[in-house]
């Protein structure tokens, strides 16, 4: 079994941060080997591809966030962690962790959180 739980969300004001963090736990340990991504669903829209860490920490963010939010990871503590600077009102979401099996896994998987909702309002 594989759990990721967020934490971290809540209510900012415009031009505020917040640290989302992502915790994997379970029987099966596929987070040092897992593409970690940051998603967000915004009322009546689709859910987004936010940002992504590889295994070898390497990171893409999306257009919209970038030079605001960085992903990074932390193996030891198997978690993935969103830092959100210059929050604008657009932001406001439930971001969603996600872990996605490698280009080279033997056997594919994708797990998801439960979400985290990020308000940002003035």
């Known amino acids: 079994q594989v759990q990721l739980v967020e934490s971290g969300g809540g209510l900012v004001q415009p031009g505020g941060s917040l640290r989302l963090s992502c915790a994997a736990s379970?029987?099966?340990?596929?987070?040092?080997?897992?593409?970690m991504n940051w998603y967000r669903q915004a009322p009546g829209k689709q859910r987004d591809w936010v940002a992504s860490?590889?295994?070898?920490?390497?990171?893409n963010v999306a257009d919209s966030v970038k030079g605001r939010f960085t992903i990074s990871r932390d193996n030891a503590k198997n978690t993935v962690y969103l830092d959100m600077t210059s929050l604008k009102p657009e932001d406001t979401a439930v971001y969603y962790c996600?872990?996605?099996?490698?280009?080279?896994?033997?056997?594919?998987?994708?797990?998801w959180g439960q979400g985290t909702q990020v308000t940002v309002s003035s």
């Open positions: 996600n872990a996605q099996s490698p280009s080279t896994a033997y056997r594919r998987y994708t797990y």
């Open positions: 860490v590889t295994t070898r920490s390497e990171t």
């Open positions: 379970g029987t099966r340990n596929i987070f040092p080997n897992s593409i």
